[in-house]
């Protein structure tokens, strides 16, 4: 399934990192091994001024892109002429099946074909029974040019687009902001800072409060058919723990929550952990990362780790020389997204509509 294939991407996509971003060695990056709670963060990954001008340039290359030919699909509705043949003209919808009847020809296949494909498909057909036909297709109403928002939205689902469809046009399709109620009070719950944009298995470098909030139109792109627009949830009160543990899960942060408390309630690091784990704080689109020695805590040379709301905790399966080699390690998989998009708990006891 489309969608099921999307998540995979989206996976790390939610991380926020992109794969030509973050190219600094690890060893660049200081480990945490803190004596009080301040020296414990000791230095953070982030965007340079190379990375901003990269998803610039990147940004105004999807602007200039030309809009991809329109390809008939099942549940178009189109107008097919033939000159100086009226009885041969009919308005119909494409089948499920691509399919369209005509005389003479019987079931036709235009489905996957441009407007001057299945024209030509038809002229062809007809030759044998009309003196030089000259066919034409109009589109009346597009089903198939579609794209999917998904996560804190109010309606998600999937939206028919059009070449002036933009990020911001889309958001509002979807109702903009879900909400729920806290105190008595109606409060959005989308968290526009680490929602994501995929294309054809490409994270766009959009950011959402830019594109929706502040009107930049060079964050604000055109939707293409089948793009997946990730609303995310506020997750402020959550903590992930994902990668070589057994069991990765998403559950509430609770106040004095430390690394090792954490890694035993996910039954602990494989045998194939590396020496290390990463946490990922302080946002997912401009992330922090940070290198934790657990064999030092272990052996007592450092304290525990306190962990803050919000963080991604993941455990590496093998050595990871640089970031770009972190974010291609965690790419292929669907783990994260999934941790993410799903509802917190704790050892099976989901609480997250307590508030």
């Known amino acids: 399934?489309?969608?099921?294939?999307?998540?995979?991407?989206?996976a790390a996509a939610?991380?926020?990192?992109?794969?030509?971003?973050?190219?600094?060695s690890y060893d660049d990056v200081f480990e945490i091994s803190s004596e009080d709670e301040e020296s414990a963060v000791i230095d953070e990954s982030g965007r340079t001024a190379e990375d901003e001008a990269r998803i610039r340039k990147r940004l105004m290359?999807?602007?200039?892109e030309e809009e991809p030919a329109y390809h008939m699909n099942a549940g178009?509705?189109?107008?097919?002429?033939?000159?100086?043949?009226?009885?041969?003209?009919?308005?119909?919808?494409?089948g499920p099946d691509g399919m369209v009847g005509i005389a003479f020809m019987g079931q036709v296949k235009l489905s996957g074909q441009t407007i001057a494909q299945g024209a030509e498909s038809i002229r062809e057909g007809l030759a044998p029974y009309v003196k030089n036909p000259v066919v034409s297709i109009t589109i009346i109403d597009v089903q198939s040019e579609t794209a999917t928002i998904a996560g804190a939205c109010a309606r998600p689902g999937v939206y028919g687009v059009s070449n002036a469809t933009r990020l911001a046009d889309f958001y509002a399709m979807a109702g903009s902001s879900a909400e729920r109620l806290f105190n008595g009070v109606e409060v959005d719950v989308a968290d526009l800072e680490h929602s994501i944009f995929v294309r054809n298995g490409e994270l766009l470098p959009v950011d959402f409060i830019k594109a929706i909030s502040k009107g930049d139109a060079l964050h604000n792109i055109r939707v293409?058919?089948?793009?997946?627009v990730f609303i995310a949830q506020?997750?402020?009160?959550?903590?992930?723990?994902?990668?070589?543990?057994?069991?990765?899960h998403k559950r509430l942060f609770e106040g004095g929550m430390g690394l090792l408390e954490t890694l035993t309630a996910a039954g602990w690091m494989k045998d194939t952990h590396w020496s290390h784990v990463i946490i990922i704080r302080d946002g997912l689109s401009h992330p922090k990362l940070y290198?934790?020695?657990?064999?030092?805590?272990?052996?007592?040379?450092?304290?525990n780790v306190p962990l803050k709301a919000g963080?991604?905790?993941?455990?590496?399966?093998?050595?990871?020389?640089?970031?770009?080699?972190?974010?291609?390690?965690?790419?292929?998989?669907?783990?994260?997204?999934?941790?993410?998009?799903?509802?917190?708990?704790?050892?099976?006891?989901?609480?997250n509509n307590k508030d």
């Open 61 to 64: 290359e999807l602007e200039m």
């Open 1 to 10: 399934m489309r969608i099921s294939a999307i998540c995979c991407v989206a």
């Open 14 to 24: 939610l991380l926020g990192c992109y794969t030509d971003r973050l190219t600094t």
């Open 234 to 248: 506020r997750m402020e009160a959550s903590v992930i723990i994902c990668g070589e543990v057994k069991n990765p």
């Open 76 to 94: 178009d509705q189109i107008e097919i002429r033939v000159y100086d043949h009226p009885d041969l003209g009919m308005k119909t919808r494409i």
């Open 291 to 303: 290198k934790v020695d657990v064999d030092g805590i272990l052996a007592g040379k450092c304290r």
């Open 311 to 351: 963080d991604i905790i993941y455990v590496p399966k093998d050595d990871l020389s640089e970031y770009n080699v972190f974010v291609n390690k965690l790419m292929p998989s669907a783990q994260l997204f999934n941790l993410i998009a799903g509802r917190a708990n704790t050892f099976g006891m989901d609480r």
């Open 224 to 228: 293409r058919k089948g793009d997946y």
